[in-house]
């Protein structure tokens, strides 16, 4: 009888780990936490930029701009101390049931208005301000020059959020050595920036500053690897309101400018399962104690 149990047991771990598609009751996710770094590209949409300070407050539209990814080199990328300097992506998170997911991290983005273009403007600048640059302006063609504007977030476009999502599983192999999803989240929370801006002689390189919000959507593949290791490449689509970003570190001068964005990015990961079952490493052998001989 022992011997019939014992082929049923065998014959049901077997069955368990059989390659599967689709398997939407896999539990490998489950009670399992994680930890991201990697790389990302930005796209903007264009946008109305307003300045606004004493003795100026005016609109620039249909604003374009660009992301400064930094170019590859084994200093820029592998030197700890210069990991912060690219556009990163650095995200923790855990699993609180088998396919759903809460994280929080950091995506840090970086937002260049191009230069030398040419846009429309309306408002006033005073002669206090800029005798050169004075006038009132009613959507005028003006050229967006280094002596007029500069306008940056390199240090960056911070987005910082709490992201809820669901992991859909794709395919799985024997015991799990390779596992493959495609996940779908959505988040929000706020943007903090570091703004570089130059109007009309006033301004400065900022500090860091909580300058809005935003909300973002995510979807892309995960790859996991021998249970420990993984890579994910993702699109994150959202929308950003920034309408506190300072111009000199101070309350009277400011910018506000609105924005979809597009971000591609690739991590690699770690990712362990809180439970010791998933390790058989781990597991301490029963002491069996003998009872005395009398």
Not at 72 to 80: A, D, G, K, Q, W
Not at 236 to 257: C, E, Q, S
Request: charged share 20%; net charge positive; aromatic share 16%.
């Amino acid at each position: 009888m022992s011997t019939l149990a014992g082929f049923a047991q065998d014959s049901l771990s077997v069955k368990k780990k059989k390659e599967g598609w689709f398997d939407l009751h896999d539990k490998f996710y489950q009670k399992r936490i994680y930890v991201y770094w990697g790389y990302n590209r930005d796209y903007f949409s264009h946008s109305d930029i307003h300045f606004h300070g004493p003795g100026y407050d005016f609109t620039i539209y249909d604003v374009s701009a660009h992301d400064r990814q930094s170019k590859f080199s084994f200093n820029t990328y592998l030197n700890p101390e210069n990991l912060p300097i690219p556009q990163y992506n650095f995200r923790g998170g855990f699993y609180i049931k088998h396919n759903i997911h809460i994280s929080f991290g950091i995506d840090h983005m970086k937002y260049v208005m191009d230069q030398n273009q040419t846009v429309k403007m309306s408002g006033i600048i005073d002669s206090s301000v800029s005798p050169r640059f004075a006038g009132a302006y009613v959507n005028k063609d003006v050229v967006l020059t280094n002596d007029f504007i500069r306008f940056e977030h390199t240090n960056g476009l911070n987005l910082v959020t709490l992201d809820v999502a669901w992991m859909l599983p794709i395919y799985h192999t024997k015991q799990d050595w390779i596992h493959i999803g495609w996940n779908f989240g959505i988040g929000g929370l706020f943007v903090i920036t570091k703004t570089e801006v130059h109007v009309v002689g006033i301004g400065l390189d900022n500090k860091f500053h909580l300058s809005g919000v935003s909300i973002p959507l995510t979807t892309g593949p995960r790859i996991d690897i021998w249970k420990c290791f993984f890579f994910s490449a993702e699109l994150k689509a959202g929308y950003m309101h920034l309408p506190w970003v300072p111009v000199r570190n101070t309350k009277v001068d400011g910018i506000d400018h609105n924005f979809t964005f597009l971000e591609y990015y690739i991590v690699g990961g770690l990712s362990f399962r809180i439970d010791k079952s998933e390790y058989p490493f781990l597991k301490r052998k029963k002491r069996v104690v003998t009872p005395p001989s009398n």
